[in-house]
């Protein structure tokens, strides 16, 4: 195909945008036309790390030592853009590569990096702020992309577009908000009770910011955090509802910041087993290579107690102490574990695996069986998402203190929950047969899995381009079993019974795949609200940085 000329269209200038211009800028290739379309108008900053998902009290739940290589580290961009830390009380003396930061000032360093790309990129990069694209067409051997009363013909399109948080209720019923996001909404003076559905990292933004606008924080003589409501907010309180009761594990230590780790399977071995294995990729080998063997030499104790341990064994002992003690007795002896992993620069490892083994077995996760798709969902995330969310420090003293002072409650609502907007507003919490009203409610689970049809580019839905992701079945009598219980879910094609998941089919280059299975080397995506089903986890950064480079492969691997 041909080697010069090549034009491409990035949608969405985030940080997913961010590490994608930077692999095409590094890629050494010559006559590159790059144009990045953005809604907003600063680049680099996301939803995330921009006032759609961030004010001042917000923060990163990761530090400079943790986050891909770029242009040049935060703490050198602190040393000389002191100005800007100064609005965060960041300084140099404060401040070193181990600590999290401002969201708004990580904004600002990400945007800074994009800024640098730039001036180092020798490709012609046309830059289109502040512009929406309305839709996307595909036609044999080009992408068209429709933006601003304009259309812009490309070779290839990436769609990096990133956070999408739909809404349901919010605007229609007072005192429902579909999502945290953006946090200005929630700068509420309140006098009653507040629930929030979910109690992990989402839920603490809307607490950061629902408690600055009822009370202070101040430091006891002892130096810890005490908590007091404002006048007028005197019944304010916030309950948090979770399906399991439990708070996200606490920050601590990390050996491997990068979540790479030499030990674990490469690209080779997966293929040679799933030849072996009816084409599927078992989660009990990947469980046995890419976590379990990782303490024959990092932790050998450690594996003698669980090496027998199957994925489900494993699963409940590790949630075992968090079922017997309350959720913020549990906080508070993680936070204290944290701190001394932070001082002695040691790891919790079997934490810190578990994130490997999380980012890991993300890519590949698409050759499992739907049998083993199933018990990664119900099994094995529910864990994952608790322990590798690494709450800093500062929000756990945030929740301690709330906790403390009786403003702050955590209830356990199992998995027949149910919240019913009321049309006077507020909603009707039932769950365990209690029925509980509250005037104001903010659905706090994270970030939405966007279903096929939702997909914004409506031009794409036109039954060639795109197709639903799926699992096939390795064992026929639980794919009929399925399929009978579940009808809607399930679908069976040529004898074979499949599994509907949600958002796009994707290959490994993150390149779109069609209804017959053909990969489209002109289109690929990584907004990963439309390709969860493929990719049911991920982490921030460290994916833009790893999906990038498969891009990038996959971009040169049909032009060049």
């Known amino acids: 195909m041909k080697k010069s000329n090549l034009k491409i269209g990035i949608i969405g200038g985030g940080p997913s945008g961010l590490f994608m211009l930077k692999r095409l800028v590094e890629s050494r290739q010559e006559n590159l036309e790059i144009h990045i379309?953005?809604?907003?108008?600063?680049?680099?900053?996301?939803?995330?790390?921009?006032?759609?998902?961030?004010?001042?009290?917000?923060?990163?739940?990761?530090?400079?030592?943790?986050?891909?290589?770029?242009?040049?580290?935060?703490?050198?961009?602190?040393?000389?853009?002191?100005?800007?830390?100064?609005?965060?009380k960041i300084t140099p003396n404060n401040f070193n590569e181990y600590k999290v930061l401002p969201r708004l000032l990580f904004g600002d360093y990400l945007s800074s990096q994009f800024d640098e790309i730039l001036k180092k990129s020798k490709h012609n990069v046309i830059i289109h702020t502040e512009t929406i694209v309305d839709d996307v067409l595909y036609k044999p051997g080009?992408?068209?992309?429709?933006?601003?009363?304009?259309?812009?013909?490309?070779?290839?399109?990436?769609?990096?577009?990133?956070?999408?948080?739909?809404?349901?209720?919010?605007?229609?019923?007072?005192?429902?908000?579909?999502?945290?996001?953006?946090?200005?909404k929630l700068n509420l003076k309140l006098n009653h009770p507040v629930a929030l559905t979910g109690s992990?990292?989402?839920?603490?933004?809307?607490?950061?910011?629902?408690?600055?606008?009822?009370?202070?924080?101040v430091k006891n003589w002892?130096?810890?955090?005490?908590?007091?409501?404002?006048?007028?907010?005197?019944?304010?309180?916030?309950?948090?509802?979770?399906?399991?009761?439990?708070?996200?594990?606490?920050?601590?230590?990390?050996?491997?910041t990068h979540l790479q780790n030499d030990a674990i399977l490469t690209e080779e071995e997966i293929v040679k087993?799933?030849?072996?294995?009816?084409?599927?990729?078992?989660?009990?080998?990947?469980?046995?290579?890419?976590?379990?063997?990782?303490?024959?030499?990092?932790?050998?104790a450690f594996y003698q107690k669980i090496k027998d341990f199957s994925l489900e064994e494993f699963v409940a002992w590790a949630i075992e102490l968090r079922e017997k003690l309350d959720a913020f007795q549990l906080l508070k002896a993680e936070y204290a574990e944290a701190e001394k992993s932070i001082k002695r620069k040691q790891?919790?490892?079997?934490?810190?695996?578990?994130?490997?083994?999380?980012?890991?077995?993300?890519?590949?996760?698409?050759?499992?069986?739907?049998?083993?798709?199933?018990?990664?969902?119900t099994v094995l995330l529910p864990l994952i998402s608790v322990v590798i969310a690494y709450v800093p420090q500062s929000s756990c003293d945030e929740l301690l203190a709330l906790y403390n002072a009786g403003v702050l409650e955590l209830i356990e609502v199992g998995n027949d929950s149910e919240v019913v907007p009321l049309e006077d507003g507020g909603i009707t919490y039932k769950y365990s047969g209690k029925s509980v009203d509250f005037k104001t409610y903010v659905n706090c689970i994270g970030q939405p899995q966007i279903p096929f049809e939702k997909f914004p580019f409506k031009g794409l839905l036109d039954g060639k381009?795109?197709?639903k992701a799926t699992y096939r079945f390795q064992s026929a009598e639980e794919g009929q079993k399925a399929l009978t219980n579940h009808p809607d879910d399930v679908q069976l094609i040529n004898d074979e019974y499949y599994l509907n998941v949600s958002g796009l089919a994707i290959n490994d280059y993150f390149q779109v795949l069609d209804k017959h299975g053909a990969y489209n080397?002109?289109?690929?995506?990584?907004?990963v609200p439309y390709i969860s089903g493929y990719n049911p986890d991920y982490s921030g950064l460290d994916f833009c940085e790893a999906a990038s480079e498969k891009i990038v492969n996959g971009i040169f691997s049909n032009f060049s």
């Open 465 to 467: 381009s795109l197709c």
């Open 142 to 184: 080009q992408v068209t992309v429709f933006a601003a009363e304009n259309e812009y013909t490309f070779d290839i399109a990436i769609l990096c577009t990133g956070h999408n948080w739909p809404k349901t209720h919010e605007g229609k019923i007072d005192g429902y908000f579909d999502s945290p996001y953006p946090p200005v």
């Open 37 to 88: 379309f953005e809604r907003k108008a600063k680049l680099g900053v996301g939803m995330p790390y921009s006032e759609e998902g961030a004010l001042q009290e917000h923060v990163t739940n990761v530090s400079d030592n943790e986050i891909p290589e770029l242009q040049y580290h935060i703490e050198d961009w602190v040393n000389k853009n002191q100005g800007e830390a100064d609005k965060y």
């Open 521 to 527: 080397p002109h289109l690929y995506i990584m907004a």
């Open 273 to 300: 087993h799933r030849e072996t294995n009816q084409g599927f990729l078992s989660l009990d080998y990947i469980f046995e290579k890419n976590f379990k063997n990782l303490f024959i030499e990092q932790d050998p």
């Open 347 to 377: 790891s919790v490892y079997w934490k810190e695996a578990l994130g490997i083994l999380s980012f890991a077995m993300n890519q590949p996760a698409k050759y499992f069986s739907a049998e083993d798709y199933q018990r990664l969902k």
């Open 222 to 256: 002892e130096g810890k955090l005490v908590y007091h409501l404002a006048k007028g907010s005197e019944d304010f309180k916030i309950v948090m509802h979770s399906r399991n009761g439990y708070l996200p594990a606490v920050r601590f230590h990390l050996n491997d």
């Open 200 to 217: 992990s990292l989402t839920a603490i933004d809307a607490i950061r910011t629902l408690v600055r606008n009822n009370g202070i924080y």
